[in-house]
């Protein structure tokens, strides 16, 4: 009793430690001239929510909001069906030189975006898709995380369902939609989330390509706030609740999933 008491205490300190940067950036978006000088403190004595107010009114939240929204979540949409689709035919379908293919695209995962960025933009400059809500979301298409996720979730899947199936007379794509895509919704949800995540936050590339204000994502008109209100603390953080909200929802939502997921695919 007293072991299990000691790690509960423990467990309770971290997450308590791992909470209190958040609450705080809760608390001074609400705080009057909010300030950092005065050091963290939980205790608001006049709460107010002009903060939230100046950010709306010296930004078009509204559009930006709206294009966050539009990339992450097409991003996301592509990245599921798309690397479903490869992680079914890496786990179910023989071809030529399957493994070597399956590694180098694997190997993709070791190139930083900081090397594709030039060559990336210089790409789309010369289509003429710059500073365009499709130039955000192109990029990310696929993802070789997630097909390797994927492929690890189809292969625990049974392949005598596959047969059954296909006794049935059902093809690769009505096996793929009936009866492997519900049996991995935990590896469906984890890599959903990863994805909404990954593109909700994403700065460097809407930075290079995007040019038109009324373009910008979040992070984007978040770091705006830096030059406009270099004191004002409480609207830039009135700006994070307003970012880390939709993915705080969205990972609590799925939360249960990406155990399940994780575990699943055998990722410690």
Do not use: C
Not at 134 to 142: E, G, W
Request: hydrophobic share 55%; net charge positive.
């Amino acid at each position: 009793m007293t072991r299990r008491a000691l790690l509960v205490g423990a467990v309770g300190i971290g997450a308590v430690a791992m909470m209190f940067p958040f609450l705080w950036t809760v608390v001074t978006s609400i705080t009057p001239n909010g300030s950092l000088a005065e050091g963290p403190s939980l205790l608001v004595a006049d709460p107010t929510l002009d903060a939230y107010r100046q950010l709306f009114t010296s930004l078009p939240m509204a559009r930006i909001i709206m294009n966050s929204v539009i990339v992450t979540l097409a991003s996301t949409a592509l990245q599921l069906v798309t690397g479903s689709m490869a992680g079914y035919a890496f786990a179910r379908l023989e071809f030529p030189a399957k493994p070597v293919v399956f590694a180098l695209y694997l190997a993709t995962m070791m190139i930083p975006l900081q090397v594709l960025v030039v060559p990336l933009f210089i790409q789309f400059r010369d289509w003429q898709l710059h500073d365009t809500l499709f130039a955000l979301i192109a990029p990310t298409v696929a993802s070789a995380f997630g097909v390797f996720m994927f492929r690890q979730a189809i292969r625990s899947v049974p392949k005598e369902l596959d047969e059954a199936a296909r006794i049935d007379g059902a093809g690769h794509l009505r096996i793929f939609a009936s009866v492997i895509l519900p049996l991995i919704k935990p590896a469906l949800a984890t890599v959903g989330v990863l994805a909404f995540m990954a593109t909700w936050n994403s700065f460097l590339w809407p930075l290079i390509v995007i040019r038109s204000p009324e373009l910008q994502t979040l992070p984007l008109g978040l770091a705006t706030l830096q030059g406009q209100f270099t004191t004002r603390w409480d609207v830039m953080m009135a700006g994070s609740v307003v970012s880390i909200g939709p993915i705080a929802l969205v990972y609590l939502l799925a939360q249960k999933h990406i155990i399940a997921g994780v575990a699943h695919t055998g990722i410690k």
